[in-house]
């Protein structure tokens, strides 16, 4: 890594995600807001690494992820078991061939971060990992690499070389790196990064006002994705709304244009349903929750836990959000619905079981650690800021 001791130019952070999910951006975009509250003499860039990427490779990455995610989740969690080995230091032969091709779409993006000469990259997403670790062995690039893993289980494919530190959301996590042979030293269970915002949501008045929701009755909040949704939402709403007659349902639709009009067409009394496109103050909404149903998402899943919101999920989608799921179930923090058509039977149950809710919420504050602010220490150690 360069010493920014010696050198009269502001230190660089390079934050490397790809735009695969909310997530991974998420991620980024929090720990990127908590280092521009760190210092002036600090030059902090965040860059998508699928838009440095060929136009075929990054509609067959995102395209591929969003059709499995939504459509074929059996197979997607095939092809996340099958390649998710092997459980050891060193490549499998298969790895070889992936990073290969890998490394040929990651031309323009490996050009892009010598251009910028960061001191440090700070990476929240595993795809460009293994190839400025290759870079850092060939004597290319002598930033150093933090990794930030935004899921409880990670996958094989956030395995990566000349990586000086990483931050887990779950001490779960851990282990499946000590296999890999990531030293203890070179681990933190940091939590997930979150917005620092998330720390210190307005009064529960304030936002019941601002947006437009009954004082009298229960908030309970549901969403599919922010970036694509999963599950029938628009009937999950509706039968919601039936068997919970004193619940206001909030729905978020993120970028979804489509359902967020499929909502406003749905006839739901004013006052009980709240259809919500996307924004970047769901956090209010969150901390005035008294349920969030919700997919398994890392980050979405972190924020609760940061809102002491208790969780229902809904039909995990095996890989990634199935691991997410067991964890937050396994703690007492959330519960998991494995089929969508008993999601409001389980909505009803709880909103009828204030103990039970209390209970989980407590847990979910119980799993809550600091991410950001973890992350942005470390950062700021390593660069002696």
Same mark, same amino acid.
């Given at each position: 890594?360069?010493?920014?001791?010696?050198?009269?130019?502001?230190?660089?952070?390079?934050?490397?995600?790809?735009?695969?999910?909310?997530?991974?951006?998420?991620?980024?975009?929090?720990?990127?807001?908590?280092?521009?509250?760190?210092?002036?003499?600090?030059?902090?860039?965040?860059?998508?690494?699928?838009?440095?990427?060929?136009?075929?490779?990054?509609?067959?990455?995102?395209?591929?992820?969003?059709?499995?995610?939504?459509?074929?989740?059996?197979?997607?969690?095939?092809?996340?078991?099958?390649?998710?080995?092997?459980?050891?230091?060193?490549?499998?032969?298969?790895?070889?061939?992936?990073?290969?091709?890998?490394?040929?779409?990651?031309?323009?993006?490996?050009?892009?971060?010598?251009?910028?000469?960061?001191?440090?990259?700070?990476?929240?997403?595993?795809?460009?990992?293994?190839?400025?670790?290759?870079?850092?062995?060939?004597?290319?690039?002598?930033?150093?690499?933090?990794?930030?893993?935004?899921?409880?289980?990670?996958?094989?494919?956030?395995?990566?070389?000349?990586?000086?530190?990483?931050?887990?959301?779950?001490?779960?996590?851990?282990?499946?790196?000590?296999?890999?042979?990531?030293?203890?030293?070179?681990?933190?269970?940091?939590?997930?990064?979150?917005?620092?915002?998330?720390?210190?949501?307005?009064?529960?008045?304030?936002?019941?006002?601002?947006?437009?929701?009954?004082?009298?009755?229960?908030?309970?909040?549901?969403?599919?994705?922010?970036?694509?949704?999963?599950?029938?939402?628009?009937?999950?709403?509706?039968?919601?709304?039936?068997?919970?007659?004193?619940?206001?349902?909030?729905?978020?639709?993120?970028?979804?244009?489509?359902?967020?009009?499929?909502?406003?067409?749905?006839?739901?009394?004013?006052?009980?349903?709240?259809?919500?496109?996307?924004?970047?103050?769901?956090?209010?909404?969150?901390?005035?929750?008294?349920?969030?149903?919700?997919?398994?998402?890392?980050?979405?899943?972190?924020?609760?836990?940061?809102?002491?919101?208790?969780?229902?999920?809904?039909?995990?989608?095996?890989? @990634?959000? +199935?691991? &997410? /799921? %067991?964890? *937050?179930?396994?703690? !007492?923090? $959330?519960? =998991?619905?494995?089929?969508?058509?008993?999601?409001?039977?389980?909505?009803?149950?709880?909103?009828?079981?204030?103990?039970?809710?209390? @209970?989980? +919420?407590? &847990? /979910? %504050?119980? *799993?809550?650690?600091? !991410?950001? $602010?973890? =992350?942005?220490?470390?950062?700021?150690?390593?660069?002696?800021?």
């Amino acid at each position: 890594m360069n010493d920014p001791t010696t050198s009269s130019r502001p230190s660089r952070v390079l934050l490397v995600t790809a735009s695969v999910g909310a997530g991974h951006l998420s991620a980024a975009r929090a720990i990127a807001t908590g280092l521009g509250q760190l210092s002036s003499d600090l030059h902090v860039e965040t860059v998508d690494a699928l838009a440095l990427t060929p136009r075929w490779f990054r509609a067959c990455y995102v395209g591929g992820f969003t059709l499995g995610m939504t459509r074929l989740p059996r197979i997607y969690g095939l092809g996340y078991i099958l390649t998710d080995h092997p459980q050891r230091p060193g490549r499998a032969g298969g790895e070889r061939i992936r990073l290969w091709r890998e490394r040929r779409v990651l031309k323009q993006f490996s050009r892009f971060v010598l251009d910028f000469a960061p001191d440090l990259i700070v990476h929240t997403h595993f795809l460009t990992t293994p190839t400025l670790g290759r870079m850092i062995t060939r004597g290319e690039l002598s930033a150093g690499q933090f990794v930030v893993v935004t899921d409880n289980d990670p996958h094989r494919f956030w395995y990566a070389q000349n990586v000086a530190h990483w931050f887990l959301p779950a001490a779960i996590s851990a282990k499946r790196l000590t296999r890999w042979g990531v030293g203890e030293s070179r681990i933190t269970v940091s939590g997930m990064p979150i917005q620092p915002k998330l720390d210190r949501p307005p009064p529960r008045e304030k936002t019941l006002a601002d947006w437009r929701l009954p004082a009298d009755k229960k908030i309970v909040i549901l969403t599919g994705g922010t970036t694509f949704t999963c599950g029938p939402v628009v009937k999950l709403a509706r039968r919601i709304l039936e068997l919970c007659p004193n619940i206001c349902l909030v729905v978020l639709a993120g970028q979804n244009k489509k359902l967020l009009g499929r909502l406003a067409r749905s006839g739901s009394p004013a006052g009980r349903l709240v259809p919500i496109s996307f924004t970047d103050r769901v956090h209010e909404l969150v901390s005035v929750g008294s349920l969030m149903v919700t997919k398994a998402g890392g980050v979405t899943t972190a924020e609760c836990l940061a809102a002491g919101v208790p969780m229902l999920l809904t039909s995990p989608v095996p890989g @990634q959000e +199935a691991g &997410n /799921a %067991r964890y *937050l179930q396994a703690n !007492g923090a $959330a519960l =998991i619905t494995q089929n969508y058509h008993l999601v409001p039977a389980e909505v009803k149950r709880l909103m009828n079981d204030e103990k039970a809710r209390r @209970q989980l +919420a407590e &847990n /979910a %504050r119980g *799993l809550y650690r600091p !991410g950001t $602010a973890t =992350i942005v220490r470390a950062i700021a150690g390593s660069l002696r800021l």
